[in-house]
């Protein structure tokens, strides 16, 4: 009988000093991806997630392989305790930007330590791709996607030579949107002469999801290049289009294009739950994304599974 669970990543912003460490001390597989990650990275990537400093840590080319080596010794820790049929049984993958990443690991399609190489590439390139203070990010609450698209392309359009788009279409009426620093403060200043919007800056090190990471995407093609991607043993729902993909011979291009392209998390749940999935189990740390999903479709139930005690409530049931 075809599952009703689907695996669900985060992305950037759920890092914490001492993630994974309850993994690492328990399992022996999590404690294994911890290894391979510091190996491939060449250095001690599970100090720096389990007593590092906060500000090392939240560094784009830090944060981006740390959250990715927790959620793979979430599954890992999962896989040990409770066996192979509960990891290959979901019906599909899915994660928040960088966790497509993770997505794809769980499901084949990314070797881990390919995998952790090339989000320590992709977050470094992010950062330089737009010096600091040039770019920012802003949520958006209380306007619909087309109106706020239309004024995005307004603002974009006005002769200042600067840009900003939607990045994330995070759900329940929150827009996340990118670019120039004056582009969004202009885009901003908009939005409360209209009224009925609300606009809450974001503390971010660059803009996300954008055009001005066109120099990020590039770097992350040519490194593209040399990883072998194998079939995929569950489909990932892609950030890109949010369609379930089984193609390998995808995967590179819509990595690529992840990263100028805005991320439709709304829009992916929503193709989950079409497909048949009616519950979300979260690798990783925190739960960023059951707030996330709890807006946008309340009847879906999003579990944790990033902690021994998850792990152990969920041994306990019938799955």
């Known amino acids: 009988m075809t599952s009703d669970y689907a695996f669900i990543f985060p992305g950037q912003g759920s890092q914490q000093i001492g993630m994974g460490k309850a993994l690492f001390d328990r399992y022996a597989a999590a404690r294994a991806i911890f290894e391979e990650a510091d ?47 509960f990891v290959e049984g979901a019906r599909c993958c899915f994660g928040h930007s960088l966790g497509e990443f993770s ?11 390919d995998a952790v190489r090339l989000v320590r590439l992709r977050g470094a390139a992010m950062q330089a791709a737009v010096p600091a203070g040039i770019g920012a990010m802003a949520a958006i609450f209380g306007i619909d996607p087309e ?5 995005c392309a307004q603002i974009s359009g006005d002769g200042a030579g600067e ?44 803009p996300f999801h954008c055009e001005l990471m066109a120099p990020a995407a590039a770097r992350l093609a040519v490194a593209l ?29 819509l990595l690529v294009r992840q990263v100028t392209d805005r991320v439709r998390w709304d ?13 979300a189990f979260e690798i990783g740390h925190g ?31 019938a799955l």
């Not at 491939?40 to 090392?56: H, I, K, N, T, V």
């Not at 996340?176 to 908009?190: D, I, K, M, N, T």
């Not at 990932?236 to 995808?250: F, Y």
């Open 39 to 85: 190996a491939a990275l060449g250095e001690r990537l599970s100090s720096r997630c389990f007593e590092g400093d906060e500000r090392e840590l939240a560094l784009t080319a830090n944060t981006q392989p740390a959250i990715l080596t927790c959620s793979v010794a979430a599954l890992a820790a999962a896989r040990e305790e409770l066996g192979d049929d």
């Open 147 to 151: 109106p706020l698209e239309a004024l």
């Open 103 to 113: 997505a794809l690991v769980a499901a084949g399609g990314l070797r881990f330590a």
């Open 267 to 279: 829009e992916s749940v929503r193709s989950a739950m079409h497909s048949g999935v009616r519950r």
């Open 163 to 206: 840009i900003v788009s939607p990045a994330n279409e995070n759900g329940g009426g929150q827009i996340v949107v990118a670019g120039h620093a004056g582009a969004v403060a202009r885009l901003s200043a908009a939005i409360k002469e209209l009224g009925g919007g609300k606009v809450i800056p974001l503390n971010v090190s660059a």
């Open 225 to 253: 290049e040399s990883v072998d991607v194998s079939p995929l043993r569950i489909a990932v729902i892609s950030n890109v289009d949010a369609k379930a993909n089984q193609d390998a011979g995808r995967v590179k291009d």
């Open 287 to 317: 739960r960023v994304l059951a707030g996330l999903c709890k807006r946008i479709a309340r009847d879906l139930v999003v579990r944790p599974l990033g902690s021994p005690a998850d792990i152990d409530v969920l041994k306990h049931e």
